[in-house]
């Protein structure tokens, strides 16, 4: 499964992941200015869960109950993008078949997933 990564994420992210051999789909490189609906339609269409630090995306999901395939969410604020960076990959790869049709929320001591 892929990743698509909305233009909120610290880009050092998403090439830390990569260089993890996660394949990231960055909205910043294939649409940007999309709106929150049109990222989260993309990322179904892509079979892939979205990453973001957009708290947007969780109204998306449960005030609206819009599909998806998996929602990450960052709340790694104050962090330099090493240490977020770091937080994420550690995150992805002990956690990525579980984020999978899941909301998670990958926080700097602990990452919440909800089934």
Do not use: C, W
């Amino acid at each position: 499964m892929k990743i698509v990564a909305d233009e909120s994420v610290d880009f050092e992210i998403i090439i830390s992941l990569r260089k993890n051999d996660f394949v990231v789909l960055a909205i910043d490189e294939l649409l940007k200015g999309a709106n929150d609906e049109d990222v989260l339609n993309f990322a179904l269409r892509e079979n892939s869960i979205l990453i973001t630090e957009d708290k947007d995306f969780g109204e998306l999901v449960y005030r609206l109950n819009r599909s998806h395939l998996g929602i990450v969410l960052f709340r790694l604020s104050g962090l330099d993008s090493r240490s977020k960076s770091e937080i994420v990959v550690k995150s992805f790869n002990d956690n990525f078949e579980k984020m999978k049709n899941s909301f998670s929320v990958i926080s700097p001591n602990q990452t919440r997933i909800k089934k």
